[in-house]
């Protein structure tokens, strides 16, 4: 396994909203883990998901007062995790350091579902 940091392993001068797509688009990067901290991530977490060669292999960490799944915010950043959450997967909550809020299992069916039902109504291709 070999682990890439873009900020430490990119040349300098190379701007990173350039050349990491491609980087990470790569047929021998498999995994690419972005923890959602900072606005600059949360754009490019953007960037990487509208990519169909990296999203699949995104793998989103996220503070469970921010994931979809355990929480009620609504915001722009929420809504993309919860996307993601159905069209890909991987979408983990780390570092609470509280107890989690947990759905019922009717309620996340039902949130899950909607979610799947527009995607594929608005971007058939985007789930495979």
Known sequence: MIALV???DLPPETSPSLAEPLVLARGDV???FLN???W?????L???QADPRVAHKLRILVRPEYHPVHSDVASYLSDLYLTHLVAFGHVYPVDG?????VPSADRLVLMIA???RQ???LYPDFIK
């Open 36 to 38: 959602v901290e900072s």
């Open 114 to 116: 909607e979610r799947h």
């Open 30 to 32: 498999d995994l690419v």
């Open 6 to 8: 873009p900020e430490d």
């Open 46 to 48: 953007g960037q990487l």
């Open 40 to 44: 600059g991530t949360a754009t490019e």
């Open 97 to 101: 350091g509280r107890v989690a809020r």
């Open 119 to 121: 995607v594929r109504a």
